[in-house]
């Protein structure tokens, strides 16, 4: 709980994505749409690497748990909604909203990590090739996976370990469509101030420590790539990497829409 002069704070009331109530049952079918494709696709991808012999490679590893933080990832999200489209007040406790947000950052600072693995895993495939096997070795690929979940998990937890200091009054409305860091610092009544500080430190340090990672991981592959004689090799190479670069611009360009938009941007429609 959270007190504030002898009151306490038990649930906040989700805004949502629209004030327009022609609008709210169409949006609902769109994003039920979206969320059951996203949910099959995934746990379809997770089935066909666990089941498949041929698909026991890092790669495809990488690829099922990357599918399995992404299947969680909107899950934690897009069910509570859905449910504001169908409710006049969508009403989220004080737990439930520091649950939320938890595994909201579990699964998308988890997901910044294992694109940053994959992006090493394409790196010792087309660079090192004869070396590969050695380089990602079963090992290998596990210990990644454990500091992708381990950072993922610090991450999260030093997030929520300080929005829980944080008081929060009279005012319970999250301009928002889920309990998200930013929507909750604008309704605190406390100083936020060194909660600010620490999102720009940790998001930035997040921020670094995966994208420049892909970034030199692909400088190198493009060098080596180019250096391949033949066309058909190049474009080969090229094709290993292209679900991999989409999954990359989707996931990043989707962080920049939502955190890096102008103010006057986000208003509600």
């Not at 049952?25 to 012999?53: H, K, R």
């Not at 300080?162 to 929060?168: D, G, I, N, T, V």
Request: aromatic share 14%; net charge negative.
């Amino acid at each position: 709980m959270t007190r504030h002069n002898n009151s306490i704070m038990t649930a906040f009331v989700l805004e949502g994505l629209t004030y327009q109530p022609e609008l709210q049952l169409p949006l609902f079918f769109l994003f039920l749409v979206i969320y059951v494709i996203t949910v099959v696709g995934n746990l379809g991808m997770i089935l066909l690497i666990t089941l498949d012999s041929k698909l026991q490679s890092p790669m495809y590893f990488f690829l099922g748990n990357l599918s399995f933080l992404d299947l969680f990832y909107s899950s934690v999200v897009t069910p509570k909604l859905l449910e504001n489209f169908i409710w006049e007040q969508n009403l989220i406790s004080y737990s439930e909203c520091m649950t939320q947000l938890f595994f909201f950052c579990v699964f998308g600072i988890g997901e910044c990590y294992m694109l940053a693995a994959m992006a090493y895993d394409r790196y010792a495939a087309i660079c090192n090739p004869l070396l590969y096997n050695v380089t990602m070795s079963r090992k290998v690929c596990s210990v990644l996976v454990v500091g992708v979940y381990g950072m993922a998990s610090f991450g999260a937890v030093a997030h929520t370990a300080c929005m829980m200091k944080l008081s929060f009054c009279e005012n319970n409305v999250i301009h928002h469509y889920f309990c998200d860091i930013l929507p909750l610092l604008n309704l605190s009544c406390s100083s936020t101030h060194l909660n600010e500080l620490f999102v720009l430190l940790v998001g930035g340090f997040n921020v670094l420590a995966t994208t420049v990672p892909i970034i030199i991981s692909y400088a190198f592959i493009l060098s080596n790539i180019l250096q391949i004689p033949s066309s058909e090799g190049r474009s080969k190479a090229f094709g290993t990497c292209g679900s991999h670069l989409t999954a990359v611009g989707i996931f990043y360009g989707s962080i920049a829409f939502m955190y890096f938009k102008p103010t006057s941007s986000s208003t509600m429609v």
